[in-house]
């Protein structure tokens, strides 16, 4: 009767039970398993060696770039404080206003830290290594505060929402806060709403679009930074110009 080999073992025909097979074979089928087990064990070896060599080769071309790119973090520089605080005492203000600043908020592409820079309209694209020290929209809320004490437009500049009894809140939004690139010029572009509103009934008072936009000295990030700095301090004065008029009693 020809023999049947099945599964490393040799049996008379495929009916014949485990009992009436040949002595040796459990001992075939544990070497069978044996030699499966060490097959994964040597394959999971292999596999380890090949990941630690390929994690070798990209730190390697890391280094030979220069290594992971070093993120820069920018402010706008301190505005022209002194300035405007000599041209205070020429300004007509109410005294008895106290005025809260509410913080701004801003339209969904400005509460990304990275630096905006656009050649479109229809497109926007990000410096993933050049980022605002703080959100667009904390940013211009802290330069608005500051500028408004230094202006002396009223009695008290404070926080809002806070302890202290305020006749207004001041508020805005940011429409653009980035670069712009045009051919071989780049400009600095600022824009916000400022909105003013009675703090009892929240009846909106008073709302305009405050917007300006300047050429940077050089096409270079710092230099932009630079632009943006001097176009919110544009912006700001307007805002300071135009205020006193709707915080009177």
């Not at 050089?218 to 805002?239: N, Q, Y």
Request: hydrophobic share 40%; glycine share 6%.
């Amino acid at each position: 009767m020809p023999l049947a080999r099945v599964t490393g073992l040799f049996i008379k025909n495929r009916a014949t039970p485990m009992s009436h097979c040949e002595p040796g074979f459990l001992f075939r089928e544990s070497g069978a398993a044996a030699k499966v087990e060490n097959f994964f064990r040597v394959r999971s070896i292999f596999a380890g060696r090949y990941f630690c060599c390929l994690l070798l080769a990209l730190g390697l071309v890391l280094q030979a770039c220069g290594g992971v790119p070093e993120t820069y973090y920018y402010t706008v520089a301190p505005l022209a404080f002194n300035a405007m605080k000599a041209k205070a005492n020429d300004v007509e203000s109410n005294r008895t206003i106290v005025l809260g600043v509410e913080k701004f908020s801003s339209e969904a592409l400005y509460d990304d830290d990275r630096i905006i820079y656009r050649e479109s309209p229809y497109e926007v694209k990000y410096y993933h290594y050049r980022r605002w020290a703080t959100a667009p929209r904390q940013l211009v809320t802290e330069e608005v505060f500051k500028h408004l004490q230094a202006a002396r437009i009223c009695r008290d500049v404070v926080n809002f929402p806070g302890s202290k009894h305020v006749d207004y809140v001041l508020t805005g939004r940011i429409l653009a806060f980035e670069e712009w690139d045009r051919g071989e010029e780049w400009f600095g572009r600022v824009a916000f709403t400022a909105q003013l509103y009675d703090p009892a009934s929240r009846q909106a008072l008073w709302n305009e679009v405050f917007e300006a936009e300047t050429r940077a000295k050089k096409r270079i990030p710092t230099a932009v930074v630079e632009a943006i700095g001097k176009s919110l301090e544009k912006c700001l004065a307007d805002l300071q110009q135009a205020l006193p008029e709707r915080v009177k009693k």
